[in-house]
């Protein structure tokens, strides 16, 4: 497993600070991005999906000011963003993004299209290089052809120098184990598949992270949002939607044996994969200096481990 440096594990996701769901101000964005860097914050995830290169530029233009050597960054390939004319006049809803739809998005895992997709990234953000490259997203495309262009392409993008380390982000646990089993990747991206609410990565993904020596980086703790409040609710989100009844009853009854304990859900939630072993870091996003700074109360908030007992005993969690 190559050492990327991290000096925290807690690290700063930025879907949000591309108009993730709702507009967020430059200034908003500063501002979070702020507070991230003076609660000790070194760790910063982005990629072109999110808000169509918007995120990039946003956090671009705040590390400007800060030392390159203090800090670590990932960014992701499998997209390149491409002007879309036809888009001007309406809005990236599809993906959930509230920016102008001027560019498209364009699957492409090819060495080509990856060191185009990196070398427009470092253009947005100002850099001349990033720590980490994961491969975004390939079971949303075409799982097999994706993995056999694009571990190669990343591969090679760290043998030549170009980044320190490489990895495959996704939700899919299919891609995660055959990103886990090639043999190629220094780290995976967990997102969503290894959370307070449900563990399906512990069958086969951790395992396989374990006896390969590969890091992995939790995304997606608050599982979309129903995890990010103590009292979920129907208006909370999941997988990007609307939570389904059963998920939501599940929730609930997990928030109820943490209040037992006097710990908020997302106090809980932000813990959870952090006491697996071969979790690096946790990653998570927010919109707002306020939320950054809450998120890192809750990481200083002491869990006990018979609240973990009891959700297991209860069958909440495994």
Known sequence: MVDVGVPSRFGLGTASLGNLYEPVSDEQAHAALAAAWDTGIRHFDTAPHYGLGLAERRLGEF??????????????????????????????????????????????????????????????????????????????????????????????????????????????????????????????????RFTLLEQPALDAVLPECRARSVGVVSAGVFNSGVLATPTPSERDRYEYGAVPPEVLAKARAIADVCAEFGVDLPTAALWFSLREPVVRTVVVGAASAAEVRENHRRLHTPVSDELWNTLRDKGLTR
Do not use: C, N
């Not at 953000?125 to 262009?149: Q, S």
């Open 63 to 192: 590390l400007a000011g800060t030392p390159r050597d203090e800090y670590v960054i990932s960014t992701k390939v499998g997209r390149l963003l491409v002007p879309d004319p036809a888009g001007a006049g309406r809005l990236d809803d599809a993906h959930h993004y509230a920016v102008p739809a001027e560019y498209r998005r364009e699957w492409d895992f090819s060495a080509d299209g990856v060191r185009r997709s990196l070398d427009a990234s470092l253009e947005r953000l100002g850099l001349d290089h990033v720590d980490t490259v994961y491969l975004h997203d390939p079971d949303e495309h075409d799982l097999g052809p994706a993995l056999a262009e694009g571990l190669p392409a990343v591969a090679a993008l760290r043998e030549q120098g170009v980044v320190r380390a490489v990895g495959l982000g996704s939700k899919s646990t299919e891609a995660l184990l055959a990103a886990a089993r090639s043999g190629v990747l220094d780290v995976l991206m967990v997102a969503g």
